[in-house]
């Protein structure tokens, strides 16, 4: 199936500072990618949809300001938690869709503590 | 809206017993329903299904799939204490753009 990086797998940051998180599809160009977040005892909650080339279609409630999205190429789509705060401490996954990987693919997930 | 709900939030069995997790389910044009195990961290895949009354088996694991009602189960046999973890139950409908529908997940606890 298709393989997915993820990187940094732990991040600690202070409040106020940005953090970037990278996801790479290592063996297929993913034109789409995926971010969830997922908060303790919680199931994973889409963010956005990350285009290749565009623009990424953030969901309902998720502020494109402070997380930012960059999918600049075919293997790579970037999430920046700008200015963060306690409250964004979470688990972050990207996932990409591969028709070799039954659907979806997996990073290893980032988890952000923001003190 | 499109909503995938789970059930139970919670178990706990003994090693050996029989667990069956549930997964209901509203979508726009659904295409297709994933099982996934969490442990601590990202999900990893265990079955996908698109079509009603196939039952797909991996090991003690077994899934199938309603179209009709709307549902799905996941059934684990002989459990063991390996097989504690988070089974997440997710819907992807052709009308969304790729995205996966998350429902809430089950958390399994196996005791010895």
């Known amino acids: 199936g298709a393989v997915v990086s993820q990187h940094p797998s732990r991040v600690i940051c202070k409040s106020g500072t940005s953090v970037k998180i990278e996801c790479r599809s290592l063996d297929f160009q993913a034109t789409t990618m995926f971010w969830y977040r997922q908060f303790p005892k919680q199931s994973l909650m889409l963010m956005a949809t990350?285009?290749?080339?565009?623009?990424?279609?953030?969901e309902q409630g998720v502020e494109k300001d402070k997380f930012l999205i960059n999918h600049a190429s075919l293997t790579l789509s970037t999430l920046t938690v700008t200015s963060a705060h306690p409250e964004d401490s979470s688990f972050y996954i990207c996932?990409?869709?591969?028709?070799?990987?039954?659907?979806?693919?997996f990073g290893s997930g980032t988890r952000l503590t923001v003190v | 809206e499109d909503k995938v709900v789970q059930s139970p939030l919670s178990l706990v069995v003994h090693e050996g017993d029989t667990v069956t997790l549930n997964c209901s389910y509203e979508?726009?044009?659904?295409?297709?329903l994933l099982w996934y195990k969490q442990e601590k961290k990202a999900p990893t895949f265990l079955f996908m299904l698109?079509?009603?009354?196939i039952e797909k088996k991996s090991g003690r694991l077994s899934s199938i799939l309603d179209k009709k009602e709307l549902f799905s189960i996941l059934n684990i046999t002989a459990t063991q204490t390996g097989d504690s973890a988070v089974y997440l139950c997710?819907?992807?409908?052709?009308?969304?753009?790729?995205?996966?529908?998350f429902g809430q997940g089950t958390t399994l606890q196996v005791k010895p």
């Open positions: 698109t079509s009603s009354g």
């Open positions: 997710a819907v992807y409908g052709s009308s969304n753009t790729g995205k996966l529908i």
């Open positions: 996932s990409v869709s591969s028709r070799r990987s039954y659907g979806y693919t």
């Open positions: 979508v726009t044009n659904f295409r297709s």
């Open positions: 990350s285009n290749e080339g565009s623009k990424a279609t953030y």
